[in-house]
């Protein structure tokens, strides 16, 4: 009788086993039925705006004295500039620097001096246009207020996209759609049929020089130094297969 009831309990054990067993390769293959693809949406555009800045400074033993010519800097950078064809409005200047200036050296003892050689003050200048190709001829131009005495330094224009938001909703749709070919297409070769989106994930947005070997980062890159620039994302799908 005992053994009966053994033999019964190890039965129901090996069958409970079994389906156990049966449901975990079942549904681990389940798992495996699946194609993950990775889509990408790419687009070469050219900047519509342009930001330029850049400086001009003035050195004076005597604060009223600096501040007087960097004024006079201030009214000939600003008429050069509308002459050249800039708006007033396009036009921002800065609040004026000031810092006071030290040389600094050791005598022939040793001992550490340090002398006031006078005030630096300077003003930042700030453009913003839709005028893209004319503001960037201006930057290149602008050492011409050297020749009318203004110590100017013009920094590298910075190039942008009014559109942008537009165009990386544009991006996503491309890259959906491309990673749904590519899963169609393994789909096709390899005689299955493509079932529901399991899941979809975006990568982030890189915006580089075009036709460069700039390097894409972690976190996305975003060129502001070129006008001509290519954006692109990628979109990573994963679909069952029926």
Do not use: C
């Not at 001009?56 to 604060?63: L, T, V, Y």
């Not at 001096?113 to 200048?125: A, C, D």
């Amino acid at each position: 009788m005992k053994n009966s009831i053994g033999a019964i309990i190890i039965g129901i054990a090996i069958i409970i086993t079994a389906a156990i067993l049966g449901g975990s390769f079942k549904n681990r293959y389940a798992y495996q039925d699946t194609i993950n693809v990775t889509g990408l949406g790419n687009r070469d555009y050219v900047a519509d705006l342009i930001v330029w800045n850049g400086y001009f400074q003035r050195k004076s033993m005597e604060m009223k004295s600096a501040y007087e010519q960097l004024n006079n800097d201030r009214e000939t950078t600003k008429k050069y500039l509308i002459g050249k064809g800039i708006n007033e409005n396009e036009i921002v200047f800065s609040s004026v620097n000031i810092s006071k200036d030290y040389e600094s050296y050791y005598d022939d003892n040793g001992k550490y001096h340090s002398t006031f050689s006078g005030y630096t003050l300077s003003q930042n200048i700030v453009i913003e246009s839709s005028e893209v190709d004319k503001i960037e001829n201006i930057s290149r131009e602008v050492t011409e207020l050297i020749d009318q005495g203004v110590e100017f330094y013009s920094n590298a224009p910075e190039y942008y996209y009014s559109k942008l938001e537009e165009l990386k909703i544009e991006l996503i749709s491309e890259a959906t759609q491309d990673a749904k070919l590519r899963a169609e297409k393994i789909a096709d070769n390899s005689d299955a049929k493509l079932g529901s989106l399991k899941s979809a994930s975006m990568g982030v947005f890189q915006i580089t020089a075009q036709n460069s070997s700039e390097d894409y980062s972690w976190g996305g890159t975003y060129n502001t130094a070129s006008k001509k620039k290519t954006a692109s994302i990628t979109a990573k799908l994963e679909f069952g297969i029926k």
